[in-house]
């Protein structure tokens, strides 16, 4: 079974302040992805990468940066954490498999910034 | 541009009923994938379905089977014998161009004993 593991479950951190959240997968997939999701929005890509040290925008990118120095980890940071980043990120990771590209999901991270 | 629509905020079936979660989808491109995850509360998206656009057949995984009706653009989500373990959040997404995933806004299926 795919496995994607998100470092924490639940966050609190206060304005300003520099948070990483960190995503970890077992399965060699090239492919990582950061989203965040949000009541009435559904979720929303923020940045994705197709291998190491490669990094791709998604549709919302502002106020985010990523890092991965390995195949395996997929970090997410907030710069400068603001109220408006309190929201659900998910990670998720995926391998081109033919014709099918299938995205594997993290538990989740509830990140409250206060 | 690519969207996915689904209009049912809120759906209840019985125990051991069958339902259906509606989703269409708008796109011009004429190779994309289409997917239904499952939200439990706890927050994990877990993937339940996928349909390519050449797919000839309907998708299978053992209670699911997804309705695709390509000149309708619907990708319905049909759930067989529902359990209570069913109740969650349900989402439609669609795959186009390289890596792109969107989603939709998500029914919230309620099983009852």
């Known amino acids: 079974d795919v496995k994607v593991t998100q470092s924490s479950r639940y966050l609190v951190k206060r304005t300003g302040e520099k948070v990483f959240l960190e995503c970890v997968q077992d399965?060699?997939?090239?492919?990582m992805f950061w989203y965040r999701q949000d009541p009435g929005l559904g979720l929303r890509l923020i940045y994705f990468?197709?291998?190491?040290?490669?990094?791709e925008k998604g549709d919302i990118p502002e106020g985010y940066s990523v890092s991965r120095e390995k195949k395996e980890r997929f970090s997410l940071i907030l710069e400068s954490a603001s109220t408006n980043q309190t929201s659900m990120y998910l990670c998720?990771?995926?391998?081109?498999?033919?014709?099918?590209?299938?995205?594997?999901f993290g538990a989740g991270t509830r990140l409250s910034v206060l | 541009a690519q969207k996915i629509t689904q209009t049912q905020p809120g759906m209840f079936v019985q125990e051991k009923e069958a339902v259906t979660l509606d989703c269409t989808y708008d796109?011009?491109?004429?190779?994309?994938?289409l997917f239904w995850y499952k939200q439990p509360s706890s927050g994990e998206m877990i993937f339940l379905i996928y349909?390519?656009?050449?797919?000839?057949q309907n998708a299978t995984e053992g209670r699911y089977s997804l309705n695709f009706q390509k000149a309708r653009k619907s990708a319905n989500l049909v759930i067989s014998a529902s359990q209570l373990g069913d109740s969650a959040m349900y989402f439609c997404?669609?795959?186009?161009?390289?890596?792109?995933?969107?989603f939709g806004t998500g029914t919230r299926l309620l099983v009852s004993p």
């Open positions: 998720a990771s995926s391998r081109v498999d033919g014709t099918k590209n299938i995205q594997y």
């Open positions: 399965m060699d997939h090239e492919n």
């Open positions: 990468s197709y291998d190491v040290k490669m990094k």
């Open positions: 796109t011009s491109d004429p190779s994309y994938g």
């Open positions: 349909q390519g656009s050449y797919d000839q």
């Open positions: 997404a669609m795959m186009w161009g390289f890596q792109k995933l969107v």
